[in-house]
């Protein structure tokens, strides 16, 4: 009675684990957390960093799903109620994709449409691949690389990628007349991430690059204090256009930028 009664007070965790998961409605929580469980113990992951993976993953397969439910009612609804004057759309293609917004962006700094653009390139949990880089492995699930010499491989390539997109955009501006000098010759922009090591969602040392005329001399590596917050770069550009803040988000201390 006594084996009988131990067995079943051992089981009764995960059992009970799995049939709230269930309720919960937590379908990829339910079947990767044992798995996930095992790795982060390899890695010695704390309990934070192991549930923020799990939820992670809940939310990239809960989006996949909606995306194909998206897909299965667009082919149901059919081609026959898309009217001659629908326009094309967005390009199938990624890298298309980002070049058109990069041509719009140096066409509105051209006509003075506007002095200040973002552009996300690839937004945190991305589900993209990128077969044409031979990575067919998710981004988001990539970057989490757990120092797997083949992930950090692939990461390297979809960053190089992402690079060469961006020089692109900064070549077309810098072959772009703009009064006395080019449209790079009269800007100011940056470049980077929100994450030096995405392994561990670690945002120090967090490399961005600075370009165009506005920033004065080029060809500079400056190297700042650890745990400098990001927020001392955008207070310099605010102070460099005449805006006397002292703070920006958690920054409160210029940095030496412009030379």
């Keep these: 009675m006594s084996g009988t009664a131990n067995t079943a007070t051992a089981d009764t965790p995960q059992v009970l684990l799995e049939h709230h998961l269930k309720m919960l409605r937590l379908p990829t929580?339910?079947?990767?957390?044992?798995?996930?469980?095992?790795?982060?113990?390899?890695?010695?992951?704390?309990?934070?960093?192991?549930?923020?993976?799990?939820t992670e993953l809940e939310l990239l397969d809960r989006e996949r799903r909606a995306t194909e439910r998206r897909i299965q009612q667009a082919e149901a609804h059919g081609a026959s109620h898309v009217s001659v004057g629908a326009p094309?759309?967005?390009?199938?293609?990624?890298?298309?994709?980002?070049?058109?917004?990069?041509?719009?962006?140096?066409?509105a700094y051209q006509a003075d449409v506007t002095r200040v653009f973002t552009f996300m390139l690839s937004r945190e949990l991305s589900q993209r691949t990128y077969a044409n880089l031979g990575v067919t492995e998710q981004h988001h699930s990539v970057s989490h690389h757990g120092n797997d010499p083949d992930k950090i491989a692939k990461n390297v390539k979809i960053n190089?990628?992402?690079?060469?997109?961006?020089?692109?955009?900064?070549?077309?501006?810098?072959?772009?007349?703009?009064?006395?000098?080019?449209?790079?010759?009269?800007?100011?922009?940056?470049?980077?991430?929100?994450?030096?090591n995405p392994n561990g969602h670690l945002t120090d040392p967090l490399p961005v690059v600075g370009l165009g005329g506005g920033l004065g001399k080029g060809y500079r590596h400056i190297e700042l204090p650890t745990r400098t917050p990001v927020g001392d770069l955008w207070l310099s550009?605010?102070?460099?256009?005449?805006?006397?803040?002292?703070?920006?988000?958690?920054?409160?201390?210029?940095?030496?930028?412009?030379?």
């Design 88 to 107: 094309i759309g967005v390009p199938d293609s990624f890298e298309d994709h980002v070049g058109l917004m990069y041509d719009l962006i140096a066409a």
């Design 29 to 54: 929580f339910l079947r990767e957390y044992d798995k996930v469980a095992r790795q982060c113990s390899d890695e010695s992951v704390d309990y934070p960093r192991y549930l923020l993976r799990m």
């Design 160 to 196: 190089t990628y992402h690079i060469a997109l961006f020089a692109k955009f900064i070549e077309k501006l810098h072959n772009t007349e703009d009064g006395d000098g080019t449209l790079l010759d009269h800007s100011m922009i940056f470049h980077g991430g929100g994450m030096g």
């Design 237 to 259: 550009v605010a102070n460099k256009f005449g805006d006397k803040a002292n703070q920006f988000g958690d920054g409160n201390k210029a940095i030496e930028l412009f030379a």
